[in-house]
């Protein structure tokens, strides 16, 4: 199975600075047959679903603020968030679908300093 | 709108079962590939179980292999999870999730509550 790796478990950042969170799966998610990343960011606030935002590793869901941005190929992938604002305070994960299970990494919960 | 609505959680007792369904609306589920993924209370997210559009192919992780079973009928535009002799670590929220290779993993349902306990 493939293990998916978060760094930091937590953050704390100010408003207005950048939040980084780091992502390290144990094999490549790039299928070099299509050169695409096999791996999702999701923001979760408590109670309530997971909400995609960044797809094939860098591909911006609609209506996600363009502050946010994911990067990275094969084992190593960032999801950034250029300037922190109120409403971004929750518990990001990362998750591959290169192969099953899906797995997920442990979460990254991030809070204002 | 493109919905998902999970119903079937509640209480049940270890050995117990329980089916859970997912109906979608706003959208045609057998165009895509159908999860199940959940959240034990205060913990992370873990990947369950999917099928394919037609239901001909689905694997489980190991942890509910030989217990969960997942499915779909197309023409109630409904999935389901039957969950047998269930443990207290299956304790959580359930969630489905629709996947295509133009819209992976875009549309969560709001989750249904599982707890196994005596």
């Known amino acids: 199975d493939i293990v998916m790796t978060q760094s930091p478990d937590s953050l704390a950042v100010s408003l207005g600075e950048r939040a980084t969170i780091n992502c390290k799966s144990s094999q490549s998610l790039l299928l070099s047959s299509n050169n695409k990343n096999y791996l999702v960011w999701y923001q979760q606030k408590p109670s309530q679903p997971p909400k995609l935002l960044i797809s094939w590793a860098s591909t911006r869901e609609s209506g996600v603020p363009d502050r946010f941005s994911g990067s990275g190929s094969g084992t190593d992938f960032t999801l950034t968030i250029s300037s922190l604002q109120a409403e971004d305070v929750a518990v990001y994960y990362c998750?591959?679908?290169?192969?099953?299970?899906?797995?997920f990494g442990q979460g990254t919960k991030l809070g204002i300093k | 709108e493109v919905q998902m609505l999970e119903s079937g959680g509640g209480l049940v007792q270890p050995g117990g079962s329980l089916r859970l369904s997912c109906a979608a609306s706003?959208?045609?589920?057998?165009?895509?590939?159908m999860h199940w993924v959940r959240q034990p209370p205060g913990k992370g997210l873990v990947w369950v179980s999917r099928?394919?559009?037609?239901?001909?192919?689905?694997s489980y992780a190991d942890s509910v292999k030989g217990r969960f079973t997942i499915s779909r009928d197309n023409a109630k535009n409904t999935l389901y999870l039957q969950m047998n002799s269930l443990r207290a670590e299956d304790t959580a929220v359930y969630y489905c999730v629709r996947f295509s290779m133009t819209d992976p993993w875009d549309v969560w349902g709001q989750g249904t509550t599982v707890t196994v306990s005596s």
């Open positions: 998750q591959h679908h290169y192969n099953t299970p899906h797995t």
């Open positions: 706003g959208f045609t589920l057998s165009s895509y590939w």
């Open positions: 099928i394919n559009s037609d239901g001909s192919s689905t």
